[in-house]
């Protein structure tokens, strides 16, 4: 029913975190000798996952008529007993899915750091 809002929320969060270490980026030393991918860029990438995850939800939500264009939006917060049961629902389906989403981009983050960090192949072509 409003498991979307879940990864929406982080998304916000992550949106914000993003910015603040973006200006960090270009007011701090720019005399780093190390080839890395900057922190900014992958907030950036966690930034694309959880809107782009919580967008496609959203628009499952409205196919199946859960999310509504008039208030209160949601059909469950229509009825006091169906809130019971949309917050279960938040609080398992959604923080599962947005902790799903960020561990695939620790993995991918992680990936990128390796990638980068590898040096260049120097093989012999026979």
Do not use: Y
Request: aromatic share 8%; with cysteine.
């Amino acid at each position: 029913m409003a498991c979307f809002l879940v990864p929406a929320g982080e998304g916000v969060v992550t949106e914000i975190v993003k910015k603040v270490e973006a200006k960090k980026e270009l007011n701090g030393d720019n005399k780093k000798t190390e080839v890395a991918v900057p922190l900014s860029k992958k907030l950036g990438w966690l930034s694309k996952l959880l809107w782009g995850g919580s967008v496609l939800l959203a628009f499952e939500h409205v196919w199946h008529g859960e999310v509504v264009p008039f208030f209160p939006f949601l059909t469950a917060m229509s009825d006091p007993t169906d809130k019971g049961e949309m917050l279960h629902e938040m609080s398992t389906v959604g923080v599962s899915m947005a902790v799903l989403i960020t561990v695939i981009w620790i993995g991918m983050c992680v990936t990128a750091d390796i990638i980068v960090k590898r040096p260049l192949s120097t093989s012999k072509q026979v």
